[in-house]
């Protein structure tokens, strides 16, 4: 006889929401030929709104369903709640380049719904398995996204190199998770704990740390794991490439945290000191690489790249101070970057086009709010106050100060300080510089408006007002430890 | 007896595997990977994982391998004999960090040594019911989330392979 499974749909309801999206979306694009992008933008949205309304419960909940296997607390809300608005934000900016040349290319919102449900799935993973899975949904989804462009060459070496690359780094992770098999005989978060409490494992489980944390790395792109970014940055769709920095980023940041702190927690010590060196390396090296890039696209690469390392400054500082400052810094810059790659999206078009740091000038004379909005986003990717990304680096930089580690934040702020150097490039060819010919009109549709209208507004509201998104990231991570 | 039949399989497994790396036809690399495979079955079957012997036979050496004799078939790869490999470099490097990963992992494979620790690993070889029926069991039970989880990911795989070859342009 076997016992009826636990069955729990309620504290799953936000992903499922987005893949039966996603099932309307592949089945409605092949009826409706002449307007499916548009349609299933439309699809996409709804599926978005409805998952952000249904996901609220979980705010107040602090339980585990499914046998154990997910754990529905509010720190599964807060990062469901990222990983929505980044998709919704996306799906926005997304419409006109993808009908920018007659293509209709709907099966890309459908692949960002799964993605984003693989995403939410894995976020509230409380078991190694489900997070592997959710990883595989999500990246297999991310691999085809960056290579969908039919007509752009390096559309598709993009989706090759980040598939081949990023099939490497699950075997790594797998072969993480395998070693922590070994050593406490189950996946679940809790019982990995639970055994290295002991202090049984020894080396086994060490490896087997070093594994994930390799695993880890790769997906939020910190050096020396870093070398798919640029490239696959370059080449993907423009919009795509920002989903890419913020959401796959916050997932992994999100899955990276609560594998280290719930599971790993009694290999704090020997963890800290590897995220320590890797801040170091991905923060220096980042900054210093995206001065000497000529591409928009390549420069925020490596400023995504050396955000990367500010997340990992968090992680380092630890416990629940550093945490909650990584979940607020992770807002902060989902709107920052969304917008800033909304206006290299808008800025670009379609392919290679206008994509050098040069095709910015003289921004400001030809569409002065544009100019203003991109300067937002680039004072807030450079952490100028008032914006969001000021707060963000502060808090974090200000929880690792509390735990002692000066010299990190020492390297975090002069790196930082470089950093202005780039972004204010941007800034001072959108104002000072006057471009050789006159660039063509730029075409705004409602969809682009909106998003940069709520990335703009987010960057601003939450640096102003930054208490309330504070006391949130402190209130999600308290059922962490 | 037991330890014979191990020695012999992992022989046939390491053997193949060198094979595969060194040999510079494709057809032979990819006959040899099926024997790779034919053998790591066999030592999962030593440790009484039938189910997953039977996986690694017919998933891997049946349905992945015979992949890639089509390929290597259909693109007559077979009639290839590709160069020696001009590059020492190469080999070194390759050669130190296989070496370099061989020595980090080992010491932990060593705590899984039978002796090592007195918790073993390998099924009960006295149990009753399989292992097949205690995995299908937990498959549909304990890890039913998981399983349908999968079955998002291998759709997101077919709409993908679906729409990088569509020629519509």
Known sequence: MIPIPEVDLGGILPALVLCVGGLIVMVAGSFIPKRAVAFSAIVSLVAVLVAFAVNSPLRMMNRQAFSGLISLDPYSWFCNVLLLIAAGITVLTSVRYLTDDGQELYEYFALLLFATAGMMFMVSANHILVIFIGLETLSISVYVLAGLMPTSPKSREAGLKYLILGGFSSAIFLYGAAFLYGVAGSLSLPAIAKVLQTGAGGKTALVGMGLLLVGFSFKVAAVPFHMWTPDVYEGAPTPLTGYMSVAVKAAAFAVFVRVFFAALGPLQVDWTQILWVLAVLTMVLGNVAALVQNNIKRMLAYSSIAHAGYLIVGMVAGKEAGTSAMLYYLLAYTFTNLGAFGVVALVGRKGEANVMLDDYRGLAASNPVLALAMSIFLFSLAGIPPTAGFMGKFTIFYAAVKAGYIWLVIIGVLTSAVSVFYYFRVVMKMYMEVPEKTPAALQFGPAMILALGIAAVGVMYIGIFPTTYLDLATESVKTLF | ?169
């Open chain 2, 1 to 169: 007896m037991k330890e014979v039949i191990f020695y012999a399989l992992g022989a046939i497994t390491l053997v193949s595997a060198f094979l595969v790396i060194f040999l510079r036809r494709p057809i032979h690399n990819v006959l040899f990977m099926i024997t790779t495979m034919i053998g790591l079955a066999g030592l999962f079957l030593t440790l009484q994982a039938e189910f997953v012997a039977m996986v690694q036979l017919i998933v891997y050496a049946g349905a992945v391998m015979v992949l890639f004799l089509f390929v290597v078939t259909l693109l007559n790869l077979d009639e290839i004999q590709l160069p020696p490999d001009s590059s020492t470099i190469r080999w070194w490097v390759g050669a130190g960090f296989a070496i370099a990963v061989a020595i980090l992992i080992f010491p932990a494979l060593v705590a899984f040594l039978p002796g090592a620790e007195p918790k073993s690993l390998t099924a009960d070889p006295t149990a009753t019911v399989s292992n097949t029926a205690i995995i299908a069991k937990e498959l549909f039970t304990t890890y039913l989330l998981p399983f349908e989880i999968a079955s998002v990911l291998l759709l997101a795989a077919i709409i993908g392979s679906v729409v990088l070859v569509k020629k519509k342009y």
